[in-house]
């Protein structure tokens, strides 16, 4: 008989793929589906290939359909969705619920609108099942290796995926970078279900201000200092070396450095236009709406919007003149010094301070959660 699994995973993308080989490394059994499709090969490809040796030896079991999937998990079953947000969690939901049974437990570890998440908590709440909002932080390497983690939702489902959740996450003095959000564990209820995905949201909103605020530190020391790739990563890594130890800085400094392979610095030849997932917009929606100013989130939210508009700009630039920049006469260092203090890796002393109402009848309590971008 096949040894039963530990959790599934829905969704081989590439954080799905990930978390599946972190949950493998900490010792858990793991069994994945996705979707196949004649365009799609993702759970195919997986099991053949940077899975192989994990299915021979039984840590991974593939399904390619949904209640051999569900069959092959130790109840309570513990299920991690990492699909797209919005109608896909839906749609996927739908599908699996019926082959649930009472006390079953949803995990949704994608950049879900919180609201969102709270209807899906209490309506699989009347089904008997379990429903966690779960913020994932740290891209690719950090699902792999160690990311940290933002739950929140149903008590007892956290519970019950708290010594797994806390196992793949990164660490820091060896403790856990997962902790529950919301209801605290003595049972009383401080905030709606969905607070795990608004710290999430939040979260990313901070992350589009730290990129905006690299982005324009890149500008004045390209366009005003008149520094090329190699000597602004320099500076960067400077920076980086005052106990900063901020990976975005870093990565940047990398990026900053390389080469195609024609030999020239690829940032050059990167199209100018950033795209997003809304977790930004939703950030400065919240912050509006609870009367908090955030202008930074704001304003790197607006310069994504101007950025993702390439035509208008393009046709624009034949009409508009726009400033230009006189000779640096002062000191560079100086002024990479000052452009440092000013902006990067945040505005000292600006908090965003975002309010989680409690759900009616729940708690009159009001959350405040500060976050100061440093």
Known sequence: MERKTDIGVIGLAVMGRNLALNLIDNGFFVSVYNRTTP?????????????????????????????????????????????????PIDSVIGELAPLL????????????????????????????????????????????????????????????????????????????CCSWIGTDEAGNATSSEGAGHFIKTVHNGIGYADMQLLAEAYHLMKDLLRMGPPDIAQAFDGWNAENLEWRLLENTAEILRFKDEF???????IRDAAAQKGTGKWAVIEAA???????????????????????????????????????FEGDRITMIGDIRKKGCPGVENNSLRSRIHASPGRSTETVWVSLELR
């Open 39 to 87: 365009e799609e090969h993702l759970l195919q490809d997986f099991l053949e290939n940077d899975a192989k040796h994990l299915v021979s030896t039984g840590k991974l079991i593939g399904s390619f359909n949904l209640p051999s999937f569900v069959e092959g998990i130790k109840p309570p079953r513990r299920i991690l969705l990492m699909i797209s947000a919005g109608p």
């Open 101 to 176: 049974e009472k006390g079953d437990i949803i995990m949704d570890g994608g950049n879900s609108e919180h609201s969102d998440t709270t209807r899906r908590c209490r309506a699989l709440r009347n089904m008997g099942l379990h429903f966690l909002g779960v913020g994932v932080s740290g891209g690719e390497e950090g699902a792999r290796h160690g990311p940290s983690i933002m739950p929140g939702g149903s008590l007892e489902g956290w519970l019950h995926t708290k010594n797994i959740l806390q196992a793949i996450s990164a660490k820091v003095d060896g403790k856990p």
């Open 263 to 269: 030999g020239d610095y690829l940032i050059d030849k």
């Open 289 to 327: 709406n609870a009367g908090i100013p955030a202008n930074v989130i704001a304003e790197s939210v607006f310069a994504r919007f101007v950025s993702a508009s390439k035509e208008e700009r393009v046709a624009a630039s034949t009409q508009l003149v726009g400033p230009s920049f006189q000779k």
